[in-house]
């Protein structure tokens, strides 16, 4: 899912921008908008491009799969098999790791 990723890797850019072009709108048609209503607004058009990218996937991923005339799409590694997840997704590079923890201090006496 290419185009969600990105949107979601820059969701903050994109709300950013989203609340400039609001108030560059309200400075053309020279209205100010109150903090309740950008808010708003602001995050309704996050929302839709974030929702409208997550259907442009899903389909895309629903075309190909019924095109595709290889159904089996399994990449594993390390003993785990990532189900049509491609090699190079972000959730196929998980890493978990520990942090060490100190040993612990012997109690004042």
């Not at 020279?30 to 950008?38: A, E």
Request: proline share 3%; with cysteine.
């Amino acid at each position: 899912m290419a185009i969600s990723d990105a949107v979601v890797g820059n969701l903050i850019t994109i709300y950013v921008a989203v609340i400039a072009a609001l108030e560059a709108y309200g400075l053309v048609i020279r209205r100010s908008f109150t903090g309740w209503f950008v808010l708003v607004a602001s995050t309704a058009l996050v929302g839709i491009v974030l929702i409208g990218s997550l259907a442009w996937d899903v389909s895309r991923k629903a075309i190909m799969y019924a095109v595709s005339r290889n159904r089996v799409n399994e990449v594993c590694r390390g003993g785990i098999c990532w189900h049509g997840v491609a090699v190079k997704s972000p959730a196929s590079q998980v890493r978990f790791r520990l942090r060490e923890q100190p040993p612990f201090a012997l109690a004042r006496t």
